[in-house]
């Protein structure tokens, strides 16, 4: 079973970006495998994200849609979370996730804070 690591997280102010990474075990994952990032922020039930498929269709929650870009690497080892104009109601711990195998990171936290 492949596995999956997100990183890139951290505090930052309202308005500023960050890019999460999320780097798969086996080689070429995101080119034989849907992936999705989702959120769970403090309080709340976690929430879908973002859906990047194989063939590159790309999809977006309203709350994220025109500031996050979801997009995997050349090798199809990584897939990534760009992440502008953040605000306090983005601060959550974010997992990335197989669709069809079910299997998900650890988790990175955002933290948006002035």
């Known amino acids: 079973q492949v596995q999956l690591v997100e990183s890139g997280g951290g505090l930052v102010q309202p308005g500023e970006s960050l890019r999460l990474s999320c780097a798969a075990s086996?080689?070429?994952?995101?080119?034989?495998?849907?992936v999705a990032w989702y959120r769970q922020a403090p309080g709340k039930e976690r929430a879908w994200v973002a859906t990047?498929?194989?063939?590159?269709?790309?999809s977006y929650a309203d709350s994220v849609k025109g500031r996050f870009r979801i997009d995997r690497d050349d090798h199809g080892n990584t897939a990534y979370l760009d992440m502008n104009n953040l605000n306090t109601e983005d601060t959550a711990t974010y997992y990335c996730?197989?669709?069809?195998?079910?299997?998900w990171g650890q988790g990175t936290q955002v933290t948006v804070s002035s």
């Open positions: 996730n197989l669709i069809h195998l079910g299997v």
């Open positions: 086996s080689r070429n994952t995101f080119f034989f495998n849907d």
């Open positions: 990047h498929s194989v063939n590159r269709e790309r």
